[in-house]
T-cell receptor, first 110, second 118 residues
Framework: DQQVKQNSPSLSVQEGRISILNCDYTNSMFDYFLWYKKYPAEGPTFLISISSIKDKNEDGRFTVFLNKSAKHLSLHIVPSQPGDSAVYFCAASGSEKLVFGKGTKLTVNP | GAVVSQHPSRVICKSGTSVKIECRSLDFQATTMFWYRQFPKKSLMLMATSNEGSKATYEQGVEKDKFLINHASLTLSTLTVTSAHPEDSSFYIC??????????????FGPGTRLTVL
């Protein structure tokens, strides 16, 4: 049973445009959500997070939106840059443990 | 800050041998360390949660006698893959919680270890 789902395995956008990565979860006990960026053969690096008491968190080009009623969150990257090309994992937590989605591979074309 | 290192970054071993992977928090004390495994094009799968000075808690389906975890100090956890087989070949990643961080959920990841069992 997949508690965190990233239904799009890949996404391709043009440089300068917006990238929107989506994530859905099923466990209503999750109260903290994170986005990680991962390059091949490297560990994930933390990007941005959001607590369930908020519906938006912004950090530079990255914004995470949380819709608790829909159990949905999204990561917006504006403007997208070629260096953003990587696999993005959504993760959720209701304790110390993180539950990861399968990731979405983002390709930003110059 | 919050740097996590892993050693080795890559290891190739023969079937039947044991391999030890080290995970260190370099500039902070880790309340808890986690070990993940990632298969190609798959998500990160949590294998076990490791607390300093106590036995690791393994996720369902993970053989604790095969994947030995030792959390010797607040900055070091080791994963030993015993009697490795080709199906154990994978990318192993550790992470650590910052002891003093207000959000215990924020984990900092090591760079990973690529294990290939011949």
């Amino acid at each position: 049973d997949q508690q965190v789902k990233q239904n799009s395995p890949s996404l391709s956008v043009q440089e300068g445009r917006i990238s929107i990565l989506n994530c859905d979860y099923t466990n209503s006990m999750f109260d903290y959500f994170l986005w990680y960026k991962k390059y091949p053969a490297e560990g994930p690096t933390f990007l941005i997070s959001i607590s369930s008491i908020k519906d938006k968190n912004e950090d530079g080009r990255f914004t995470v939106f949380l819709n608790k009623s829909a159990k949905h969150l999204s990561l917006h990257i504006v403007p997208s840059q070629p260096g953003d090309s990587a696999v993005y994992f959504c993760a959720a937590s209701g304790s110390e443990k993180l539950v990861f989605g399968k990731g979405t591979k983002l390709t930003v074309n110059p | 800050g919050a740097v996590v290192s892993q050693h080795p970054s890559r290891v190739i071993c023969k079937s039947g041998t044991s391999v030890k992977i080290e995970c260190r928090s370099l500039d902070f004390q880790a309340t808890t360390m986690f070990w993940y495994r990632q298969f190609p094009k798959k998500s990160l799968m949590l294998m076990a949660t490791s607390n300093e000075g106590s036995k690791a808690t393994y996720e369902q389906g993970v053989e604790k006698d095969k994947f030995l975890i030792n959390h010797a100090s607040l900055t070091l956890s080791t994963l030993t893959v015993t009697s490795a087989h080709p199906e154990d070949s994978s990318f192993y990643i550790c992470s650590a919680n910052v002891r003093s961080a207000p959000a215990l959920n924020e984990q900092f990841f090591g760079p990973g270890t690529r294990l290939t069992v011949l």
